[in-house]
C-alpha cells in the first residue's frame, strides 16, 4: 500500500483566532499548505488520517493547561481544515501511534511509509516520527506542512534526534 498523510494537531486552539498567545503560529500560511498536501495525498488514492491531541477534561487540566481540553470547541479540528477522510484519532500523548487503534490501521493497512504534517515540529511531529521509527514504521517529515513555535535551537536539537533515528525531511 502507498504511503499514507498523518495531519497531526491541527486543531482550532492552536490556530484559530481565540488561541492563547504563545500559539503563533501563521494559521493561513499553513493551513493552505496542509490542505494543498491533503487534496495531494487524497487525489492520488492514498489514505488521509487526522489525528486530535486530546487533553482529559479534569479541573487541573483546564486550569494547568487550558487548551486541547476534551469536550471543548478549542479541541476540535481547525474549521479551515479540509477533512476528507472518516479517519480520525484522538491521541494523549505526543506519538500519535500511542492510540492503539491508529496503529491498528496503520499496521492492517500495511502503508509503505507514514508521511508527517501539522503541529508542533518540535512537539508531536517529533513525537510521532520517532514513534514510528521504534516501531520499524517508515516515515518522512513533509516540510511544506509542518510548522514550529519553538526557537531554532530547539529545532536543531529536534532535526539530530530525527536524524539519529533514520527519520528525513522532504
Known amino acids: 500500500m502507498p504511503a499514507a498523510l498523518l495531519v ?3 486543531q482550532n486552539d492552536y490556530l484559530y483566532e481565540k488561541r492563547k498567545e504563545q500559539f503563533s503560529y501563521r494559521t493561513q500560511q499553513l493551513t493552505d499548505a496542509v490542505n494543498a498536501l491533503v487534496h495531494e495525498y487524497d487525489a492520488g488514492g492514498m489514505d488521509v488520517i487526522y489525528i486530535r491531541h486530546i487533553i482529559q477534561n ?6 494547568l493547561f487550558g487548551y486541547s481540553i476534551d469536550g ?7 474549521s479551515g481544515l479540509d477533512v476528507v477522510s472518516k479517519y480520525i484519532f484522538t491521541k494523549l500523548f505526543g506519538d500519535a501511534l500511542t492510540n492503539r ?4 490501521l496503520v499496521r492492517s493497512k500495511g502503508y509503505d511509509e507514514l508521511h508527517l504534517c501539522g503541529l508542533d515540529e518540535c512537539g508531536c511531529v517529533t513525537s510521532t516520527a520517532l ?3 521504534k516501531r520499524g ?4 517529515i513533509l516540510r511544506r506542512g ?3 513555535v519553538f526557537p531554532e535551537a530547539k529545532v536543531a536539537k529536534a532535526h539530530r534526534r530525527l536524524e539519529k533515528a533514520g527519520v528525513s525531511y522532504v
Open 146 to 148: 509542518t510548522a514550529t
Open 8 to 10: 497531526i494537531d491541527m
Open 101 to 104: 487503534h491508529l496503529l491498528e
Open 131 to 133: 514513534g514510528c521509527a
Open 58 to 63: 479534569f479541573p487541573t487540566n483546564r486550569l
Open 72 to 78: 471543548t470547541e478549542g479541541a476540535e479540528l481547525y
Open 137 to 140: 514504521i517508515p516515515v518522512k
